[in-house]
């Protein structure tokens, strides 16, 4: 099973390059952000606060997720665009930080991933935890002011100033959590992303696999 992990904050470039890398590869993409994100609307639309941390605990179990490229269903319910939500963002990292929702979600990532014979998967913690004997582990990261770029692009009803701060914030709570934190995993191919395009960075990261057998 080829399993390919790719880790690094927002804004570095994970989605897109682990999503390029999974099509120059023929092989599926996940995007493990938005299983967080799932349980965060889902604790949201129940009127429960996600930094609560026993409630959102006891829920997650119980909630059906479905992530598929371009489409994420929570309880039965299409939430694709719900949860890129600025409200879901704000949340995201107190319900990442919550160690029985990530045991929950990083079972249902292996099973994921072990139903499809592999794939390119993306996160904070793929390479550290949850596919720590993956074929490749990459890192991504870039300048903070060009993830603050890139990530008002795609949100650019907010003020760039806003954004950044946001991102500082997120970095912080990820980092330092005391579950599964945000880490660049020991032997990992590390890619600063700041001044490349997605197909260079692409390249060098197939130059790492070995030829599938």
Same mark, same amino acid.
């Given at each position: ?7 690094? =904050? ?21 995007? @493990?952000? $938005?299983?967080? &994100?799932?349980?965060? /609307?889902?604790? /949201?639309?129940?009127? #429960?606060? !996600? ?6 605990? +006891?829920?997650? =179990? ?8 371009? +489409? ?7 939430? @694709? ?7 879901? @963002?704000?949340?995201?990292?107190? %319900? $990442?930080?919550?160690?029985? *929702? ?17 794939? %390119?998967?993306?996160?904070?913690? #793929? ?12 890192? /991504?990261?870039? &300048? ?10 795609? *949100?650019?009803? @907010? ?10 914030? &997120? ?5 330092? &959590?005391?579950?599964? !934190? ?15 395009? *997605? ?5 060098? /990261?197939?130059?790492?696999?070995? =030829?599938? !057998?």
């Amino acid at each position: 099973m080829r399993v390919i992990a790719i880790d690094g =904050p927002a804004g570095s470039g994970k989605s897109t390059v682990a999503r390029r890398l999974a099509e120059r590869l023929g092989t599926a993409y996940l995007d @493990t952000g $938005a299983m967080y &994100r799932a349980v965060a /609307l889902a604790a /949201l639309r129940r009127g #429960i606060d !996600p930094g609560d941390a026993e409630p959102v605990a +006891r829920m997650a =179990p119980n909630l059906e997720i479905v992530v598929e490229p371009g +489409r994420v269903e929570v309880d039965g319910v299409d939430a @694709t665009i719900e949860i890129r939500g600025p409200e879901v @963002t704000r949340a995201v990292s107190e %319900v $990442a930080a919550n160690a029985v *929702v990530r045991t929950e979600l990083v079972r249902r990532q292996r099973e994921w991933v072990a139903e499809r014979g592999g794939a %390119v998967v993306e996160g904070r913690d #793929i390479g550290s935890v949850v596919f720590p004997d993956a074929e490749l582990r990459a890192y /991504l990261h870039a &300048r903070a002011d060009v993830r603050a770029s890139r990530r008002h692009q795609e *949100v650019s009803d @907010t003020a760039y100033e806003a954004v950044a701060a946001d991102l500082d914030r &997120r970095d912080t709570h990820d980092s330092e &959590r005391e579950a599964d !934190p945000l880490t660049c995993a020991e032997g990992a191919v590390v890619v600063d992303t700041s001044d490349r395009g *997605v197909d260079d960075i692409v390249d060098e /990261l197939l130059d790492h696999l070995a =030829p599938a !057998p």
